[in-house]
């Protein structure tokens, strides 16, 4: 059982350069976050999906997009990189329901000059 | 909107004693979950131990406890019998029982770290 995988796990942009970080977990789980992490902080809700073709925004979403094609795939995309996205996301699932657990992927760390 | 908050940036305890971490929050609402997670070096979240709002009892899990104050809205993690595996960050977290995101709310963190 893989859980949560994402890809890649290190990638380094330049300025104004795009790239899609993917996240696919193998729980059918319905709902799926995408996270950020800036170095000595908590994460912050980038994006999140409650199901296949429902997307909706968290507390930072400028400079990126998701879709949700399926169950299982969340794809984050950037379209120009700018040194703030510099941070490690984590993508994330969960089961619906109340008392359920958020499963995390290992994260990528993003460095972007 | 909740916030979390982390007043301890840093801790260290030596090893086969007790440290707590020190958690606040600030909801109106009455009903939600209290998480910790822990982060060792390799950036994976774990989760150590989860708290519903409406039981008064607090969690345990084996070394980990928390002590759960509703009315002060403080949520501290103690662990008893440090290990050397216990070094990581730590983050406090608040998910809502209600609305459909069921998103988590990190606090900033606290690096524990354990002295042999």
Same mark, same amino acid.
């Given at each position: 059982?893989?859980?949560?995988?994402?890809?890649?796990?290190?990638?380094?942009?330049?300025?104004?350069?795009?790239?899609?970080?993917?996240?696919?977990?193998?729980?059918?789980?319905?709902?799926?976050?995408?996270?950020?992490?800036?170095?000595?902080?908590?994460?912050?809700?980038?994006?999140?999906?409650?199901?296949?073709?429902?997307?909706?925004?968290?507390?930072?979403?400028?400079?990126?997009?998701?879709?949700?094609?399926?169950?299982?795939?969340?794809?984050?995309?950037?379209?120009?990189?700018?040194?703030?996205?510099?941070?490690?996301?984590?993508?994330?699932?969960?089961?619906?329901?109340?008392?359920?657990?958020?499963?995390?992927?290992?994260?990528?760390?993003?460095?972007?000059? | 909107?909740?916030?979390?908050?982390?007043?301890?940036?840093?801790?260290?305890?030596?090893?086969?004693?007790?440290?707590?971490?020190?958690?606040?929050?600030?909801? %109106?609402? $009455?009903?939600?979950?209290?998480?910790?997670?822990?982060?060792?070096?390799? #950036?994976?979240?774990?989760?150590?131990? @989860? &708290?519903?709002?409406?039981?008064?009892?607090?969690?345990?899990?084996?070394?980990?406890?928390?002590?759960?104050?509703?009315?002060?809205?403080?949520?501290?993690?103690?662990? %008893?019998? $440090?290990?050397?595996?216990?070094?990581?960050?730590?983050?406090?977290?608040? #998910?809502?029982?209600?609305?459909?995101? @069921? &998103?988590?709310?990190?606090?900033?963190?606290?690096?524990?770290?354990?002295?042999?």
């Amino acid at each position: 059982n893989a859980g949560v995988t994402q890809t890649p796990k290190f990638r380094i942009l330049k300025i104004g350069q795009s790239m899609t970080l993917q996240c696919t977990q193998d729980m059918n789980h319905n709902y799926m976050y995408w996270y950020r992490q800036d170095p000595g902080m908590g994460l912050k809700l980038i994006y999140y999906s409650v199901g296949a073709g429902i997307t909706d925004k968290g507390e930072v979403p400028n400079g990126y997009n998701v879709s949700r094609s399926t169950t299982e795939d969340f794809p984050l995309r950037l379209e120009l990189a700018a040194p703030s996205q510099t941070s490690v996301y984590f993508c994330a699932s969960s089961k619906q329901g109340r008392n359920t657990e958020a499963f995390f992927g290992q994260g990528t760390r993003l460095t972007v000059v | 909107a909740q916030t979390v908050t982390q007043s301890q940036p840093e801790m260290s305890v030596q090893e086969a004693e007790t440290v707590t971490l020190s958690c606040t929050y600030d909801t %109106s609402e $009455s009903d939600y979950y209290l998480f910790w997670y822990k982060q060792p070096p390799s #950036r994976q979240m774990i989760l150590v131990i @989860r &708290q519903e709002a409406y039981k008064q009892q607090n969690a345990t899990e084996n070394r980990f406890s928390v002590n759960f104050q509703k009315a002060a809205k403080s949520f501290s993690l103690k662990i %008893s019998d $440090s290990q050397l595996g216990d070094a990581a960050m730590y983050f406090c977290a608040y #998910r809502s029982y209600s609305g459909s995101a @069921r &998103q988590l709310t990190f606090g900033s963190g606290t690096q524990l770290t354990v002295l042999p």
